[in-house]
Nanobody
Framework: VQLQASGGGLVQAGGSMRLSCAAS????????LGWYRQAPGKERELVAT???????NYADSVKGRFTITRDNAKNTVDLQMNSLKPEDTAVYYC??????????????WGQGTQVTVSS
């Protein structure tokens, strides 16, 4: 299983940026695809995820500014980030989750991409 992320970089506050992630692997069909982020000195946190049924979940801090989209056929997930704030600065990680039996969750991670928002 591989998760290849693209996008990221430096943007001014109020600007926009798009992150993309492609998941690959034989027979790999994740139940959820999404994005997490980790700022320096902080724990990794959920940004947005989407199930293969199209149900999206957003962190309160990004609701109304970020939009997650997913292509099940291609196993890709994008994150459109608008009205970016300096506090959005973090390393963003693509995540794929497989739901196993007995409520087990199996997580796979991409390599991380830096997003820096300047004030």
């Amino acid at each position: 299983v591989q998760l290849q992320a693209s996008g990221g970089g430096l943007v001014q506050a109020g600007g926009s940026m798009r992150l993309s992630c492609a998941a690959s692997g034989s027979g790999f069909s994740p139940n959820a695809l999404g994005w997490y982020r980790q700022a320096p000195g902080k724990e990794r946190e959920l940004v947005a995820t989407m199930t293969n049924g199209g149900i999206a979940n957003y962190a309160d801090s990004v609701k109304g500014r970020f939009t997650i989209t997913r292509d099940n056929a291609k196993n890709t997930v994008d994150l459109q980030m608008n009205s970016l704030k300096p506090e959005d600065t973090a390393v963003y990680y693509c995540n794929a989750e497989i739901w196993g039996t007995y409520s087990r969750r199996y997580n796979y991670w991409g390599q991380g991409t830096q997003v820096t928002v300047s004030s």
